[in-house]
């Protein structure tokens, strides 16, 4: 079998890499051949990986693009399309008791009145008749700029005995100036009726 002389120029395949050590954690190897085959230089390339291709059952704020922020499991971005969302505990939405009044006789009387630039979830609502004598009931939802009218009714001329309570889960969702109002009407008309809404508030 006849032997084939290796030129030298294949042989020394590092006569022109410059570099002694490529690739690295954060970089990987760029290698450039020339027509023989032969590597003629070597660098490095810094990794660039999509974070869309990351798989990690973990998020932590070193995974993160520039400009993102990673706080108590919330996560913001700040740019010049892009808002901060809050991240303080005025963002919470507790639940709590909105409203509590004790009514006026044949007054329809607010019970709460949603906040500017706030949400509200009524989530309950109890009446309690405090008297010896049954009472007409009504109860009522409406935009703040509405004048109040029928299709705002919740309960209308409930009758509530005496020494009764009237427990309602009415789940209504109230946006911004909203109010909730309550009234007692007929014969037995006082003002010892209490009205109690329980909720949430959203800012």
Do not use: W
């Amino acid at each position: 079998m006849a032997i084939t002389k290796v030129p030298s120029d294949m042989i020394q395949v590092a006569n022109n890499v410059t570099d002694t050590t490529v690739g690295g954690a954060n970089s990987a190897v760029s290698l450039t051949f020339d027509a023989l085959g032969v590597i003629s230089a070597a660098s490095n390339v810094a990794l660039s990986i999509n974070t869309a291709d990351i798989v990690d059952g973990s998020v932590t704020s070193a995974k993160l693009a520039p400009g993102a922020a990673l706080s108590n499991g919330q996560m913001s971005f700040v740019s010049a399309g892009t808002g901060i969302i809050a991240d303080t505990p005025e963002s919470a939405t507790p639940y709590k008791i909105l409203g509590q009044i004790q009514t006026v006789a044949n007054t329809m009387t607010n019970v709460y009145v949603v906040p500017a630039s706030t949400e509200s979830v009524l989530s309950s609502v109890m009446i309690c008749n405090q008297t010896a004598n049954t009472v007409s009931i009504d109860l009522a939802a409406r935009y703040g700029a509405d004048a109040l009218a029928d299709k705002h009714y919740i309960v209308k001329d409930y009758p509530l005995a005496a020494a009764d309570t009237l427990v309602l889960e009415p789940r209504l969702s109230m946006n911004a100036t909203s109010v909730l109002s309550a009234n007692v009407t007929g014969a037995n008309a006082v003002s010892n009726v209490s009205v109690n809404a329980f909720g949430i508030e959203v800012v």
